[in-house]
């Protein structure tokens, strides 16, 4: 099926993006950064990543200098382990076309977005670095998800070698920040989940599980920035892209709760699964690359919980 798309007039000599996966939390923090490009960013129902012929057809007419992938289907623990299956493939399925797509026009830069959700389930030292990502399996909670996110880093690199390109890939942890389209939903980041309560509960915040796995929550507008530089600079590596601050489930609650002068009890839930222990990811390839920065969690979660306080399509 051939697509029909409206013509579009765009300044001159400016740098044209087109953004998948843009409507989510990451895409939102990152459209601002590129004020100075021109930005493409179609939705699901202008664009289904699930046909080859669509993203080919918008790519086709769009001629864009570079494609940032952003797309992904996300859910938690429970999700994952009822429908493994699904969620590899789906995850696979857009990848694919988007890279294959990009590779048939020969689109300069693609920037794709993994997850440390593909990293091994368990290694004899941490934080992990780029180079243990094809050890082990990836944790039996998340398998499907977290192979297809492998996958993207494999088939780049084989595009890459084959076809002299210089595509990349940013493989952040988990995420916290604004504009989380499941806040107040089952499906909400955990931090996004545990605010909503803060702010819409009791004085008493409950957790699932015993609140003792580690996890690296990184500032939503950190990965944009690192996201960024990446494309600015055609950056074909393959690059972590998470805080140092690696806090027990438990502790993100205590420190959210602290950073913003409350004054709520925690209680733990032991009927909810804790998932894997920990993921830590080293990011000392991109700190060292761009001199980069990461925000304090304790400074960047008292920014959050005061966007979605006081944000009136959130109250």
């Known amino acids: 099926m051939c697509w029909n798309y ?12 087109v953004i998948f996966g843009a409507g989510g939390m990451l895409g939102q923090a990152l459209k601002p950064l590129f004020a100075d490009s021109s930005i493409v960013a179609p939705n699901s129902h202008k664009v289904n990543l699930f046909h080859e012929n669509q993203v080919y057809d918008f790519l086709k007419h769009e001629k864009p200098d570079k494609v940032i992938n952003l797309a992904g289907e996300v859910a938690g623990i429970l999700k994952n382990r009822q429908s493994p299956f699904s969620f590899y493939s789906n995850n696979q399925r857009m990848f694919d076309n988007v890279l294959s797509s990009c590779l048939d026009l020969d689109i300069e830069y693609l920037l794709s977005c993994s997850s440390t959700c593909a990293y091994p389930d368990s290694v004899k030292n941490y934080p ?68 909503y309560k803060l702010v819409h509960g009791t004085d008493t915040v409950e957790i699932g599980g015993s609140g003792k796995p580690l996890r690296q929550f990184t500032y939503v507008k950190d990965v944009a920035r690192a996201i960024k530089l990446m494309v600015d600079n055609n950056d074909n590596s393959f690059l972590n892209c998470a805080t140092s601050e690696n806090m027990s489930i438990y502790e993100i609650a205590e420190r959210t709760i602290k950073a913003n002068n409350l004054n709520h009890k925690i209680l733990l839930n032991p009927d909810f699964p804790d998932g894997q222990f920990r993921k830590d990811v080293s990011s000392k390839k991109l700190i060292e690359k761009y001199n980069f920065l990461f925000t304090p969690f304790d400074k960047g979660i008292k920014e959050t919980y005061e966007y979605y306080k006081t944000c009136k399509k959130y109250n």
């Open 6 to 17: 409206p013509k579009r007039r765009w300044v001159k000599d400016k740098v044209k993006i």
């Open 128 to 195: 992990m670095t780029e180079e243990e990502l094809f050890g082990d399996l990836p944790s039996e909670d998340n398998m499907g998800y977290g192979m297809a996110k492998r996958n993207m880093v494999l088939a780049t690199s084989l595009a890459n070698k084959q076809y002299h390109k210089k595509y990349g890939i940013i493989i952040p942890s988990n995420l916290y920040g604004f504009n989380d389209k499941h806040y107040g939903l089952n499906s909400a980041h955990y931090v996004t989940s545990l605010i």
